[in-house]
């Protein structure tokens, strides 16, 4: 610490101690922060009073919500490595009822082709019940137990006497999360795995399959109780994504569950669920950029949202997408597409999950590539009616008022402007999809030849 204080250590590598008062650095540069999911908000407030504007870099498989939502909306800039290891193998995950059989069975399967077993069981109170129970259902495997209860002697003896393959059972708390390196070690059973968090289930998982053999982990729930909701979200991402480097989206779906959590507050997550977690990303990102925003500066300000009041039928039937939460992820994904590229691939997506289109999802497609026309030219408001359409152009529309009037000139009779400045065209349109070509037809004709050459493009 003395060396350090005087600029004589170049490069520290510690624990959370770094952290503590009695640390003092003559010219701090850089900070790398590893398994950042291991740190509170307090220890990350701790780190910006160490010195102003120090350039950190937090590695970990998955960031806490708070910190994936703080990247993802722009306030943090975030990097991915998804190549994993050369030769590394997906690790199977499988997703079970408390049950004796399968447990003889895993352990019996990795005995047999020579290789370890995590046993995990996270009550320090009766985790040497389990492990004589473990043991008598398989006389044959070697078991020793290791928590955070035991002194340092007994708990490095414990985990020496598995690393030197002594044992090829460890019957073990959470404790193993990280830090753990086997490549002998290659299937792991987790009791009560409804009692993890997402991330955490995600970082113990990942102790086995380090080697070049197929590693096995069964995720095993209360035979007789029922798991919440969220339990059953969390594993059923855990069972879906079982790609190597599939962390970050692990940790999407983490955010999408519990929520970003504050941005200057202590909690680490909640507080979205009331309006949807893209809805949120976009709120938090138009203030971002109105803040970044110069004086005058506009370009960075996103286009408000169209107004469109339309006579037709447009959403996603019950009989056509049966469950809700897919409805809503469906709506959310909708109303996010900014290009009609987006909305075909969408389209796509839809036809290939649940069949053809009936007409009013049909409608409800076309509704938004007008809603994306529409946003992009700056224009506030649109309504139909049964023989014309009005077009309200926004403070920051792209119409020419040139056009306009050559076009009321032109047909007198179709078309005219009103003292405040909307567009009324006598157009008839029977669907949502008539009402798309006609609103790109009108359109074509109030833009700046420039724009419309862009939009053609």
Known sequence: LSALREGKIDILIGTHRLLSRHVEYRDLGLLIVDEEQRFGVEHKEKIKSIKLNIPVITLTATPIPRTLHMALSGLREISLIRTPPV?????????????????????????????????????????????????????????????????????????????????????????????????????????????????????????????????????????????????????????????????????????????????????????????GFEMYLSLLEEAVREIRARPGDTSTVAPPEPEIKAPFPAFLPEDYVPDVHQRLSLYRKLSACRSDEEVDSLEEELRDRFGPLPADASSLLWLIRVKVHLKRLGIDALTVGPERIVVVPGKTSALDPTRAIALVSAHPKKSQLTPDSRFVASRSAVSMKDLYFSIQDLLHHLQPAQGVANARR
């Open 87 to 275: 030769d590394r193998l997906p690790i199977r995950t499988f997703v079970s009822k408390q049950d004796d059989a399968l447990i003889k069975r895993a352990v019996d399967f990795e005995l047999s082709r020579g290789g370890q077993v995590f046993y995990l069981y996270n009550r320090v109170q009766s985790i040497y019940e389990a492990a004589a129970h473990l043991q008598r259902l398989c006389p044959q495997a070697r078991v020793v137990v290791g928590h955070g209860q035991m002194s340092e002697g007994e708990l490095e003896a414990s985990i020496r006497e598995f690393y030197d393959k002594k044992a090829n059972v460890l019957v073990c708390t959470s404790i193993i999360e990280s830090g753990i390196d086997l490549p002998s070690a290659n299937t792991i059973l987790i009791n009560r795995a409804d009692t993890f968090g997402l991330a955490q289930l995600y970082q113990i998982r990942g102790r086995v399959g380090r080697g070049q053999q197929r590693g096995y982990a069964y995720l095993m729930i209360p035979a007789e109780q029922s798991v919440s909701e969220d339990a059953k979200k969390r594993l059923d991402v855990l069972q879906r994504f079982v790609e190597l480097g599939s962390g970050f989206s692990v940790a999407s779906h983490d955010l999408e569950i519990r929520g970003g959590g504050d941005l200057l507050g202590p909690q680490q997550s909640g507080n979205i669920q009331a309006v």
